[in-house]
């Protein structure tokens, strides 16, 4: 199970940290991911973090200004947003994949993240 928190209203150019606390999986045994979507729009890939957190990855869109990150003592990951964007407003998903699989198989419900402008 993944849980999401931590999103919210912001103003442009503020900052939001979004968790994604995980039960039954080990978080460092997987590939997470975060994903948003916004109304109207198709999901989107936003960042991952790679399942031996050797490498990550991010969406041209939030390159320079979103951090993804892992706590493997609180088997958590985070998804740090800064100078964030009224086009940043989103539901924002975290998800799970286990090494050497095609897709992420398992899904947070998603937590609103809102910029106002």
């Known amino acids: 199970q993944l849980v999401e928190s931590g999103g919210g209203l912001v103003q442009a150019g503020g900052s939001l940290r979004l968790s994604c606390a995980a039960s039954g999986l080990t978080v460092s045994s997987y590939t997470m991911g975060w994903f948003r979507q916004a109304p109207g729009k198709e999901r989107e890939f936003v960042a991952s973090?790679?399942?031996?957190?050797?490498?990550?990855a991010y969406a041209d869109s939030v390159r320079g200004r979103f951090t993804i990150s892992g706590d493997n003592a609180k088997n958590t990951v985070y998804l740090q947003m800064n100078s964030l964007k009224p086009e940043d407003t989103a539901v924002y998903y975290c998800a799970a994949k286990r090494p050497f699989s095609s897709g992420y198989g398992y899904w947070g419900q998603g937590t609103q993240v809102t910029v106002s402008s």
């Open positions: 973090i790679s399942w031996n957190g050797g490498s990550t």
